[in-house]
């Protein structure tokens, strides 16, 4: 009999925010930190347009450039799973998305379990507060929007209106636009696994593959 899937929650939060922005999220310890980046772009609503790195103690997982790794070389995030950092006793790392923007999350590992058979991960937890839109100008240009797009008498509240295309309301964290984001992943999550293991007639599922 095969072992049951083990998940870890994690809390996700944006730095240098109040009232906090997190997200709680569950996702398979097989998943590579590539796979937890597509997580951490659906829960949070980034568009994922920009750059971004994981910095998991002194080592940094990312997209490797050799143009920009001569300093600090970027590690490929699809050679690095969960699975690894919590076996390390790694508790929590940084993930930092818009290099430009700087948006600053940090990662806590909370409990570790047996998957839910009825269940589809990766799946959205609990979470407070809509993100930021992008290209809003990091931390200060998001409070100064906030300002100006939930105060109908403020002067820019036009502008930043037609800006973002709508109203935004920062206290809405968008729920079902989050569960739908995540349920897709777990499909695509679902189906790749499906294919992967009948092109390897069962072999290892785990080489090769963000899941």
Do not use: N
């Not at 997209?63 to 600090?72: A, G, I, L, M, T």
């Not at 309301?169 to 349920?183: K, M």
């Not at 777990?186 to 696994?193: E, S, V």
Request: glycine content about 8%.
């Amino acid at each position: 009999m095969s072992k049951p899937e083990q998940i870890a929650r994690l809390r996700i939060s944006l730095e240098d925010i109040v009232p906090a922005i997190f997200r709680q999220v569950e996702v398979p310890l097989t998943a590579t930190l590539k796979a937890l980046h597509d997580v951490i772009q659906a829960a949070f609503g980034w568009e994922g347009y920009h750059l971004h790195l994981f910095d998991v103690g002194d080592d940094r997982y990312g997209v490797p450039d050799p143009e920009w790794d001569s300093v600090r070389p970027i590690r490929s995030e699809k050679t690095m799973r969960l699975a690894i950092l919590v076996a390390r006793g790694i508790k929590r790392f940084g993930y930092t998305y818009d290099l430009g923007d700087d948006w600053r999350h940090e990662v806590v590992v909370e409990p570790v379990g047996a998957a839910d058979p009825a269940a589809a991960y990766p799946r959205f937890v609990a979470g407070s507060r809509r993100a930021p839109p992008e290209d809003v100008g990091g931390v200060p240009g998001y409070e100064e929007f906030v300002q100006a797009i939930t105060r109908p008498r403020h002067r820019e509240h036009k502008a930043m209106l037609t800006w973002h295309g709508g109203p935004y309301d920062p206290d809405d964290i968008a729920e079902a636009e989050i569960a739908a984001a995540l349920g897709k992943l777990a499909r695509r999550r679902k189906l790749g696994r499906a294919a992967y293991l009948k092109s390897v007639g069962r072999r290892s599922c785990d080489q090769g593959r963000a899941w």
